[in-house]
């Protein structure tokens, strides 16, 4: 299957129960993990996605962000998973701000499953936008295959 209907099959999904995701966990089970595979991530390989990634920034220790997607040991992009039915904001970013600076993490991702935000480091090096570059809602628009 290609992404194209992966991502429609994840849209169907996503149209059909965003409203009995009402937890983080739900969300991430149901919707990220799914769009996560369809990107061609091994979600089950934790060296690969590793799930609840810690690091430790200055005071804050033991602080989490969702997911970290790895590649040769290097952090490649950073994940913060929402509730389905949470309204995204900068807010719900901290965490993501905080650890884009201490990885090597150039893409980080704020998600609650349904609409995807994404941030990068374009207005300065090394420091995580305050505005995504990129957003998408899997509501938004039917997907087609063509």
Do not use: W
């Not at 804050?60 to 929402?82: F, H, R, S, T």
């Not at 609409?115 to 995504?132: A, G, I, L, T």
């Amino acid at each position: 299957m290609d992404l194209a209907s992966r991502l429609a099959e994840l849209q169907k999904r996503t149209i059909e129960h965003r409203e009995v995701l009402l937890t983080e966990e739900a969300a991430k089970t149901a919707l990220v993990m799914p769009f996560l595979q369809s990107l061609g991530y091994d979600v089950f390989n934790p060296k690969e996605v590793v799930p609840e990634f810690t690091a430790d920034v200055g005071i804050k220790k033991g602080e989490k962000v969702d997911y970290a997607i790895c590649q040769d040991g290097k952090v490649n992009i950073l994940i913060e998973c929402k509730p389905s039915t949470a309204e995204l904001n900068v807010n719900h970013a901290s965490q993501l701000f905080r650890y884009f600076s201490v990885t090597e993490s150039r893409l980080a991702i704020l998600t609650n499953g349904v609409n995807y935000q994404f941030f990068s480091d374009v207005e300065k090096p090394n420091k995580m936008d305050e505005r995504p570059f990129f957003t998408f809602s899997m509501e938004a628009a039917l997907l087609h295959n063509s």
